[in-house]
């Protein structure tokens, strides 16, 4: 499905019927302040239609329900009184299919991706390896675990960034063996395993693919990425200075290559709900970066505004979410 299938899109699912939502935020990792923007947002679109229960994950792993400190086993009884989970927990411990495993346990219904998929997204090496199987092309790279291994025998320039950790925290361009071997000690502070991949000269792009229950998806328009930073780092995509333009001014072939290279990601990996696949646009098409399952949800993140483009409202979105995992759950349990 291409981006200009998007203007005969059949309407939006109509809302399920009022059910209690978990929705967990935070989470035991550097992406911690994103997830509680997320988990706010979410909880404040969908509260006016459904009983919404708030759950929060503190960096040092303790969960909270509304103001109080439970344990585990307490936060499990209560995600196990709700219809569905909604993980809006981004990076280790909650988008690697973490909390979906919890919800798969639990008997409850979960929006996203599952377990399968949610881990091999968050593994930026494995994405890279089933991307490149089903024939989307990649960047060059290798996967190293210590400073030693990483300076043995560079190739620069270089990007370093951790493996299995988002909100591009650990992501570095590096010119010098000196730079290499910084970028990769700090990296291997947010994961055992650091990727160092050749540099991509190309537009920046984002490309979401929504996913029903009845196998239909929707590609969302592109969007572009505008920074003056060497890679989109953490600090670019927080202060404020980055340029999101949805949709992206693209050729009518290269908008058509973007969206059946993220479909076919998607579908390698198997994810459902909403997935974020971004790119590299070089001269020779798409390359691709890599994939979020659970995407920033905050109605200006890039995944909302890219819907919001085609008339899916931020609360008709996280709506549909919801009742998307419902059927499948339900279809799951038939």
């Known amino acids: 499905m291409t981006t200009s299938d998007l203007q005969d899109r059949p309407p939006t699912s109509p809302p399920a019927p009022a059910c209690r939502v978990a929705v967990v935020g935070g989470g035991?990792?550097?992406?911690?302040?994103?997830?509680?923007?997320?988990?706010?947002?979410?909880h404040d679109?969908?509260?006016?239609?459904?009983d919404v229960v708030a759950l929060t994950i503190a960096p040092d792993g303790t969960w909270w329900v509304g103001g109080t400190a439970v344990s585990f086993a307490e936060a499990v009884a209560v995600v196990a009184t709700c219809d569905v989970l909604l993980p809006a927990v981004h990076g280790p411990h909650g988008e690697d299919g973490t909390l979906a495993a919890l919800a798969d346990l639990a008997?409850?219904?979960?929006?996203?991706?599952?377990?399968?998929?949610?881990?091999?997204?968050m593994d930026k090496w494995v994405t890279k390896l089933v991307a490149a199987a089903v024939g989307v092309a990649v960047a060059d790279g290798r996967v190293v675990r210590d400073v030693a291994e990483a300076v043995a025998a560079p190739r620069l320039p270089a990007v370093v960034k951790p493996v299995a950790c988002g909100s591009s925290h650990g992501v570095r361009r590096v010119d010098t063996v000196a730079e290499l071997a910084d970028a990769v000690a700090v990296a291997l502070r947010l994961d055992d395993r650091v990727l160092v991949e050749e540099v991509v000269t190309g537009r920046e792009i984002d490309v979401a693919v929504l996913r029903r229950p009845d196998g239909t998806t929707l590609v969302s328009p592109a969007l572009e990425i505008g920074h003056a930073g060497a890679v989109f780092d953490t600090a670019t995509k927080y202060d404020g200075s980055a340029r999101f333009?949805?949709?992206a001014a693209?050729?009518?072939?290269?908008?058509?290559r973007l969206a059946t290279a993220a479909l076919?990601?998607?579908?390698?990996?198997?994810?459902?709900?909403?997935?974020r696949v971004d790119f590299f646009l070089t001269a020779d098409g798409p390359v691709l970066n890599e994939v979020n399952t659970m995407p920033g949800l905050t109605a200006h993140s890039q995944v909302p505004q890219m819907f919001a483009a085609v008339g899916i409202t931020y609360p008709e979105l996280v709506a549909e979410l919801v009742a998307q995992a419902r059927v499948r759950h339900a279809s799951r349990a038939s």
Do not use: F, K, Y
Request: hydrophobic residues 50%; glycine residues 12%; aromatic residues 0%.
């Open 245 to 247: 333009v949805v949709p």
């Open 250 to 256: 693209l050729d009518p072939a290269d908008a058509d």
């Open 45 to 50: 679109a969908l509260a006016p239609t459904h």
């Open 107 to 121: 008997g409850v219904a979960c929006v996203g991706s599952g377990v399968r998929a949610g881990a091999a997204g």
């Open 28 to 42: 035991a990792n550097a992406e911690h302040d994103v997830s509680l923007a997320s988990a706010r947002a979410v």
């Open 264 to 275: 076919t990601v998607v579908d390698a990996l198997g994810c459902d709900g909403v997935a």
